[in-house]
C-alpha cells in the first residue's frame, strides 16, 4: 500500500511539472498594443526616418562609412581630375565650400547630390566597390541639354581617371535602333544614326543609383518630358553588364 502511494504521488508531480502555465491575455495584449503603438508613433512622428525597403547599393559603403565613406572619397579627388564649376565663382576649391553645396548625403548608401543657384548643372556621386575591394566613384553632371559622366578608381592610394574606358562605348546606330524600338521620335519622326550625329545635345544619360548597384541609361532630348529607360548597366563586382529592359 505504501508503495502504491509513491507511485501515485510521483506520478502527480510528474503529470504537474510538464503543465503547461496559463497565459494571460490582458498581458498578451497589451504587449501586443505597445508595440503597435510604437510603430505608429515612429511612422508619424515628425521629421521620422524609416529604413528604406531596399537593399543598400554597396556592401562597402555600407560597413566602411566611418573609414571611407562616399564624401571622403569625392573630395580627395585631384581637381585636375575633377572640379565643380560654380557660375558665380567659378572653381569651388574649398572643401568646406563644397559640403555646402551637398543637397543629398546618403553616407551610409554611399551616394551624394550637389547643386546650387549658379552650380547649373546637378552633380551626383556613387561609391562602388569592386570585388578586391578597390573603390570606385562615379559622377554624373546634368546640365539642360549635356550630360558629363565621370569615373574614377582608387588604385595604390592614387585616384585613376577611367572616364573615357570604364563604360561601354554606344554608337549612333545603336541609339537610333533603341529609339525605334522605343518609340522615341524627335520633331515627329525617327532620326537616322546620321541624323543623330548631328545633334548637339545628349542622347542618352545615366542615372547613378542611390539603391541597387544598376545604372540606368534613358533617352535624352530637350523634347521629350517623360524618360524612357533604353537599358541597364549592372554591376557585378568587376565591371558592368548590359541589360536590355522589356
Not at 500500500?1 to 501515485?8: C, E, G
Not at 554597396?58 to 571622403?72: G, I
Request: aromatic residues 10%; glycine residues 4%; contains cysteine.
Amino acid at each position: 500500500m505504501y508503495i502504491k502511494t509513491l507511485i501515485i504521488l510521483a506520478t502527480y508531480i510528474f503529470l504537474s511539472s510538464c503543465a503547461t502555465p496559463p497565459v494571460n491575455d490582458s498581458n498578451s495584449q497589451a504587449a501586443a498594443k505597445s508595440t503597435s503603438q510604437i510603430a505608429s508613433e515612429a511612422a508619424t512622428a515628425p521629421n521620422s526616418v524609416l529604413p528604406p525597403a531596399r537593399s543598400p547599393r554597396s556592401d562597402y559603403a555600407k560597413q566602411n562609412t566611418k573609414k571611407l565613406n562616399v564624401e571622403d572619397c569625392f573630395l580627395s579627388i585631384p581637381q585636375n581630375l575633377f572640379s565643380v564649376f560654380d557660375d558665380a565663382k567659378g572653381i569651388i576649391r574649398n572643401k568646406n565650400e563644397l559640403r555646402k553645396n551637398i543637397i543629398l548625403r546618403d553616407i551610409e548608401n554611399g551616394y551624394l547630390e550637389l547643386q546650387n543657384e549658379t552650380i547649373i548643372s546637378k552633380i551626383s556621386i556613387a561609391l562602388f566597390v569592386k570585388s578586391n575591394g578597390s573603390p570606385l566613384i562615379l559622377i554624373t553632371g546634368d546640365g539642360g541639354s549635356v550630360q558629363n559622366f565621370y569615373a574614377f578608381e582608387l588604385i595604390d592610394k592614387k585616384w585613376k581617371d577611367l572616364s573615357k574606358t570604364f563604360l561601354p562605348r554606344v554608337s549612333f546606330k545603336k541609339i537610333s535602333k533603341y529609339y525605334k524600338m522605343k518609340n522615341i521620335k524627335i520633331n515627329g519622326v525617327y532620326k537616322t544614326a546620321a541624323e543623330l550625329k548631328m545633334v548637339a545635345h545628349s542622347l542618352i544619360r545615366y542615372r547613378l543609383p542611390r539603391y541597387g548597384r544598376n545604372i540606368e541609361v534613358y533617352a535624352s532630348h530637350p523634347d521629350r518630358h517623360n524618360e524612357t529607360v533604353l537599358y541597364t548597366l549592372n554591376f557585378n563586382g568587376k565591371i558592368f553588364i548590359k541589360k536590355e529592359v522589356q
